[in-house]
């Protein structure tokens, strides 16, 4: 033990403490943002396929630290999920979503569907299931279904596929739209997914960002578009950043773009005057 506890010793470095000591009150953090409403969610257009109307925006929560820093979802999403954060934080996403969709609604703006990101561990949840969640909210603010979609990751379905096709067979008989987020970077099948209710399959940013450059991943791309339309599954194309990126993406025929080229993630207000201005046109 002695031996042991000397090389332990090595592992107590000052950085290490440090990493540990930025970790927890990154944590302490996030439960104060929690607690006094330092999240927001932002908006990013989904464009229909000829590239102007818009289809429905997806919701991307941001933190806004004390000291003003913003701190990206990638950074504290996974963190809220170790700690179990993420339930507090999705209930709070799905809370908003809803009071804004009403909001525009109350204001004759028509924003079509805000599609929400879904964790793994909400899907995993079973008392209250994402389901009643769900449907409390909608009634909360006399919603329907239809107005929200869910994005749930391929990762998130192969933890636990039997639990979380229970899931989803519950949501799509509720009535709510499903894509399935960042296709082509985990281990799914389409086959896989065939067996799922899903509407939706979002081709992941990593392929878009080479389709101009590497053959291979516009083969890539256009077989998931064709297959995809076989299994009766839209598609939308993500990180959508050149024109010449839309234009080869219309010509496989995917159905929608989003992207910084159409639209970055807005402010509530910024998306509803866009929607403005969209329906004045
Ligand atoms: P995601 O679901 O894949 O979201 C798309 C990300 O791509 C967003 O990053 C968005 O800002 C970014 N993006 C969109 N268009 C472009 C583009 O043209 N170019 C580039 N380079 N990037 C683009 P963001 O907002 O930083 O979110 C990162 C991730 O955090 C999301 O990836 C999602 O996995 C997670 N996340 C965000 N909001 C939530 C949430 O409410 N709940 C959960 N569970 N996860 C969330
Ligand atoms: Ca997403
Ligand atoms: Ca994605
Ligand atoms: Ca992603």
């Known amino acids: 033990a002695k031996q042991h506890g000397k090389n332990q ?27 006094r409403e330092q999240l927001r969610l932002y908006y990013q257009p989904q464009i229909d396929r000829g590239g102007s109307r818009i289809a429905g925006a997806e919701a991307l929560l941001r933190w806004r630290d004390q000291s003003g820093r913003m701190v990206s979802p990638n ?13 507090s934080i ?20 028509r924003p079509g569907k805000v599609a929400i990101n879904i964790s793994a561990l909400q899907l995993g949840a079973e008392h209250p299931s994402l389901a009643d969640l769900l449907a409390g909210a909608l009634q909360n603010y006399g919603l329907l279904p239809e107005n929200l979609e869910l994005e749930i990751t391929e990762t998130a379905l192969l ?15 509720s009535g709510f739209s499903l894509a399935i987020d960042d296709f082509g970077t985990g281990y799914s099948s389409l086959a896989m997914l065939h067996s799922l209710p899903l509407d939706k399959l979002k081709i992941d940013r990593f392929f878009v960002d080479r389709l101009g450059n590497d053959d291979a991943d516009l083969a890539i791309v256009k077989a998931t578009i064709v297959m995809a339309k076989e299994l009766g ?12 990126q839309l234009r080869m993406l219309q010509n496989l025929g995917c159905d929608q773009f989003q992207g910084h080229l159409l639209g970055r993630p807005m402010s509530a207000d910024a998306f509803g005057s866009l929607l403005q201005v969209a329906a004045a046109a």
Request: charged letters at 30%.
């Open 90 to 109: 999705g209930l709070w996403v799905i809370e908003e979503a809803c009071r804004q969709l009403h909001a525009w609604h109350r204001q004759g703006l």
């Open 233 to 244: 599954l839209m598609t939308l194309a993500e990180g959508v950043e050149t024109r010449e």
């Open 159 to 173: 933890n636990d596929p039997g639990r979380a096709g229970e899931q989803l067979r519950q949501l799509a008989e």
């Open 9 to 35: 010793l090595r592992f107590y470095t000052p950085e290490i403490s440090l990493q540990l000591r930025e970790r927890l009150e990154l944590e302490l953090g996030l439960a104060r943002a929690i607690d």
């Open 75 to 87: 950074v504290f999403i996974p963190l809220a999920e170790k700690t179990g954060q993420i339930h």
